[in-house]
């Protein structure tokens, strides 16, 4: 027993691979010898670390990541979080706990292994509330639909939309008359469908609160008022970049941000010759949409502005091929606009709507 807490000692670097219960550690030595490979409880994993001297704890980022991180911090441990996607190559023969924790202690070897801050509970409360705002709407999206494909079935058809949606609420209403006061819509199929208007309405009501949370928190961060001088950038999308990436300065570029995105070509390239394809579309995918949603915006609302932004916008709509020109833009403007996000984070200043001299 002696023997293996003076061994204990020596550890200098912890792979742990993390479950509900059962978590795995894989400790190694300045020399690379394995000092210990065992499962432990999760009642026990703290009591385990307060028998290492201050080392190198690394982890995958997964569920729960962020939570060990903080404890083990505590303790006076070095935390360091990994992707998941870049422990997998180390992973050698059978996938098993043993074999993923020893892979993530290799893993972190690597001189160019990229890790994930770890992040605290104010931060990730910040993300928590636009996840539950994204579940929040897809669920009215989905009761919405519903309501649309019932009125259907008896020849009340509404365009696709949440805002026609309130047209049709407005029928179960108004005992489904119509504006001319010609009943459309029976009684007894406003009686069924009244509880899906009800949960809409409550639904809307709990989204418009959080983002009047979102809308009044990013408006008190002086980052985030400089990111809504961007065109394409509100309170939603600038509060979720400034929760999802609390430190800009892990990016070594704008081009490196938005590959992070997945708004870069994807590469198949060989023998010297350069095979450009789609998106990759790896990375955060809200902010990837957030960013699209608004590059949409700048393009549909192009109008009456002339500065440079608006300009190359313009001047992209003129060369791209007619039948899909508008999307190929909103995915470059996506692209431009994380660009343009990382030098205001990285740089300073705000952004410059200024109109180009003719």
């Known amino acids: 027993m002696g023997k293996s807490i003076e061994k204990l000692k020596t550890v200098t670097r912890v792979g742990v691979d993390l479950a509900k219960n059962v978590i795995q550690v894989h400790a190694i030595d300045a020399k690379?010898?394995?000092i210990a490979a065992r499962p432990l409880r999760r009642g026990a994993v703290l009591a385990f670390f307060e028998k290492l001297p201050a080392c190198e704890v690394v982890m995958e980022t997964c569920s729960s990541a962020h939570h060990w991180g903080r404890a083990l911090q505590a303790q006076g441990h070095r935390v360091k979080l990994?992707?998941?996607?870049?422990?997998?190559?180390?992973v050698r023969r059978n996938k098993n706990d043993a074999a993923d924790a020893a892979a993530i202690c290799e893993a972190a070897t690597r001189p160019d292994q990229r890790f994930?801050?770890?992040?605290?509970?104010?931060?990730?409360?910040?993300?928590?509330?636009?996840?539950?705002?994204?579940?929040?709407?897809?669920?009215?999206?989905?009761?919405?639909?519903?309501?649309r494909g019932h009125l259907a079935e008896?020849?009340?058809?509404?365009a696709q939309g949440a805002r026609n949606a309130y047209d049709l609420k407005r029928l179960l209403k108004d005992g489904g008359a119509d504006e001319h006061g010609e009943v459309v819509v029976p009684a007894c199929v406003c009686a069924a469908l009244r509880p899906l208007g009800a949960q809409i309405d409550a639904l809307d009501a709990t989204i418009a609160a959080i983002d009047k949370e979102i809308e009044a928190a990013v408006k008190?961060?002086?980052q985030g008022r400089r990111l809504m001088t961007i065109p394409g950038i509100g309170p939603l999308t600038a509060a979720a970049i400034l929760s999802t990436v609390p430190d800009m300065?892990?990016?070594?570029?704008?081009?490196?941000?938005?590959?992070?995105?997945?708004?870069?070509?994807?590469q198949h390239s060989t023998g010297g010759k350069e095979r450009l394809g789609r998106i990759t579309k790896m990375g955060d995918r809200y902010l990837r949409k957030l960013l699209v949603v608004g590059a949409c915006a700048v393009i549909r609302h192009r109008e009456g502005h002339n500065d440079a932004l608006r300009r190359w916008v313009k001047s992209l709509l003129e060369r791209k091929?007619?039948?899909?020109?508008?999307?190929?833009?909103?995915?470059?403007?996506?692209?431009?606009?994380a660009r343009i996000v990382f030098a205001i984070l990285t740089r300073g200043g705000k952004y410059d709507d200024r109109p180009v001299a003719a």
């Open 154 to 158: 008896i020849g009340v058809v509404a």
């Open 116 to 147: 994930v801050v770890v992040r605290s509970v104010e931060n990730q409360a910040g993300l928590m509330r636009h996840r539950t705002r994204e579940l929040l709407t897809g669920q009215r999206t989905a009761l919405i639909n519903a309501l």
């Open 32 to 34: 690379g010898d394995v």
């Open 82 to 90: 990994i992707p998941a996607a870049h422990v997998k190559p180390f």
């Open 249 to 266: 300065s892990a990016f070594s570029s704008g081009r490196e941000f938005a590959a992070f995105l997945g708004l870069t070509p994807s």
């Open 321 to 337: 091929p007619l039948a899909y020109k508008v999307k190929l833009t909103a995915v470059a403007l996506a692209n431009k606009l």
């Open 220 to 222: 008190g961060d002086e």
